[in-house]
């Protein structure tokens, strides 16, 4: 068992920036898995941001690419989300995964004026 644990989110103005934490009570890395940035904006289906491979290459939606960055710490079963340049569209609820089925309880990021 698993438990993830997300921060860094809250209200930013358009062209504003966010860095969002995603800490594991156990080992989420070197196991044959994915581990994943996903959002659910309102009224959408959650969607996959970024995510970090078995073999430690990163992934991106066109939507966030130049303008996300995903990066993990596996001394401290940490992902991280460096988001710039947000825009309106980028508010929803961002939710980290890890081995498959553990999520996170999601954590708010709003981009509004």
């Known amino acids: 068992q698993v438990q993830l644990v997300e921060s860094g989110g809250g209200l930013v103005q358009p062209g504003g920036s966010l860095r969002l934490s995603c800490v594991a009570s156990?080992?989420?890395?070197?196991?044959?898995?994915?581990v994943g940035w996903y959002r659910q904006g309102p009224g959408k289906q959650r969607e996959l941001v970024a995510r970090?491979?078995?073999?430690?290459?990163?992934d991106y939606a066109d939507s966030v690419k130049g303008r996300f960055i995903m990066s993990g710490d596996i001394a401290k079963n940490a992902v991280y989300l460096q988001m710039n340049s947000l825009q309106p569209e980028d508010t929803a609820v961002y939710y980290c995964r890890a081995l498959y089925i553990y999520w996170g309880q999601g954590t708010q990021v709003t981009v509004s004026s």
């Open positions: 970090i491979m078995s073999d430690g290459t990163t």
């Open positions: 156990g080992s989420i890395f070197g196991r044959g898995a994915s």
